[in-house]
């Protein structure tokens, strides 16, 4: 069975930073590409950043390129997103997703497994 949990969540302000992680188990993690995905209140969940099975190519939303990095260590089954720059609309829910094979993805439908989110909340 595969699980996948998000921690690093949690209250900042403006400007700061925060890095996201995402353990992986019950598979060999570089089985997946993987992506993380967001919530905001009263949004639709919306595509962050995803990296292939080895990490060597990833794409990022415009809205946080320059921003976020997604970044992963497959020796410790971890996907990584590290946030800086933050601003009040990155305020959202944040989700880690698995997806089968070594393509890069940006739709919520083709991701296979999800984590249970993690609240991220910048204030100003």
């Known amino acids: 069975q595969v699980q996948l949990v998000e921690s690093g969540g949690g209250l900042v302000q403006v400007g700061g930073s925060l890095r996201l992680s995402c353990v992986v188990s019950?598979?060999?993690?570089?089985?997946?590409?993987m992506g993380w995905f967001r919530q905001g209140p009263g949004k639709e969940r919306e595509f962050v950043a995803t990296?292939?099975?080895?990490?060597?190519?990833?794409i990022h939303a415009d809205s946080v390129r320059g921003r976020f990095t997604i970044s992963r260590d497959n020796a410790k089954n971890t996907l990584y997103l590290q946030m800086n720059s933050l601003e009040p609309e990155d305020t959202a829910v944040y989700y880690c997703a698995a997806a089968d094979g070594n393509y890069l993805r940006k739709k919520s439908d083709e991701y296979d497994y999800w984590g249970q989110g993690t609240q991220v909340t910048v204030s100003s």
């Open positions: 019950g598979r060999t993690f570089s089985s997946f590409a």
């Open positions: 990296i292939s099975s080895f990490g060597g190519s990833t």
